[in-house]
């Protein structure tokens, strides 16, 4: 479906959005309920062993997910043979649910570690590099309001993402390269061997499976969001020209069409043929 | 409240928030979009002309 389809008001919603919302929901409800009510007691954590079944899979989305496939997403439109509008929308369309993300993991840590460490905050390897991903993700958010030409706009953000990705490895490593307060990984460790076990395991994995639905749900309404914001942006640009046009106040002839190639969903500008000094 | 309940609390709730404001932000941009759209596209939809990428 091309992206005027899909901004289209009347265009219809894909079937599967619903149904990912659907799973998303009931899989969300499934892991609260085993959470809060079924799983037992953590012989060492007592009952704060639940916010476990929520912090990892909150980072997972994250780290690995959003910011990994913003990370792809970037790649490919700075790629030559790949480049494409889409996979900007796509990359800013991750980016802020994974800042989202990114915000609760810190906010789900920090409730779990005042408790366990005694403290709200401390400047941990791997809390302070989890902050600084969120800080440098915010930054893209902020460059894409940096009014420019879509293109211009699509490599500043690609480019931004790629250097803010940088910090994902560091976060992932941080608990093995320096001697941290935070624990390493439980289920993908160095021996590949989960030290969680029983129904604590499986609401783990429920847990993991229901967030990856609500981020791919997520993800495809931001998507349509971003379309629709670049065709109304590029209609209301349109609007303006031809009234400033119709004053004469502009040397921009109004546009004629919506070929390839012009501005974000169908803007076209000529360049200004100026006549004399 | 325990740091459990606040948990899940923060978690969910922001969770949901930030889901309800996605679909108002496409409720209200498909209402704009189809108010700025010219008379000739709902014409090129019913024939199905506008389906080409």
């Given at each position: ?277 | ?12 709730s922001v969770l949901f928030l930030y ?35």
């Amino acid at each position: 479906m091309s992206d005027r389809a899909l901004a289209h008001p009347s265009a219809p919603r894909p079937p599967w959005l619903r149904i990912l919302g659907a799973a998303a929901l009931v899989s969300i409800a499934a892991t609260v309920w085993l959470g809060l009510w079924v799983t037992p007691p953590d012989r060492v954590q007592g009952n704060l062993v639940r916010l476990v079944y929520l912090h990892p899979p909150i980072a997972w989305v994250a780290l690995y997910l959003a910011f990994g496939l913003a990370a792809l997403s970037s790649l490919l439109y700075l790629w030559r043979r790949t480049r494409s509008l889409f996979w900007d929308r796509l990359a800013a369309a991750s980016v802020e649910v994974g800042v989202v993300f990114n915000a609760l993991t810190l906010a789900t840590g920090m409730l779990w570690g005042r408790p366990t460490w005694g403290v709200w905050w401390t400047w941990d390897a791997r809390l302070t590099s989890t902050a600084l991903l969120l800080v440098l993700f915010l930054g893209y958010l902020a460059l894409r309001r940096v009014p420019a030409d879509p293109e211009v706009r699509a490599r500043r953000c690609a480019v931004a993402a790629l250097v803010a990705f940088v910090d994902v490895p560091i976060v992932h490593f941080s608990v093995i390269w320096w001697q941290t307060l935070h624990q390493g990984a439980t289920v993908l460790n160095s021996n590949l061997s989960p030290t969680i076990h029983g129904s604590m395991a499986w609401t783990l994995l429920l847990g993991f499976v229901a967030l990856t639905l609500v981020f791919v749900w997520m993800v495809g309404v931001r998507y349509r969001i971003e379309v629709l914001a670049d065709r109304t942006g590029a209609e209301r640009l349109e609007v303006s020209l031809a009234e400033r046009w119709a004053e004469g106040d502009l040397d921009i002839a109004p546009s004629a069409g919506n070929g390839p190639g012009n501005g974000a969903d169908g803007t076209s500008l000529r360049p200004p043929s100026r006549v004399g000094p | 409240m325990s740091y459990v309940d606040a948990g899940y609390a923060t978690g969910l709730s922001v969770l949901f928030l930030y889901a309800v404001g996605l679909v108002i932000r496409r409720r209200s941009l498909e209402r704009a979009v189809e108010l700025s759209s010219p008379p000739s596209d709902s014409a090129e939809r019913e024939t199905g002309a506008a389906s080409g990428p």
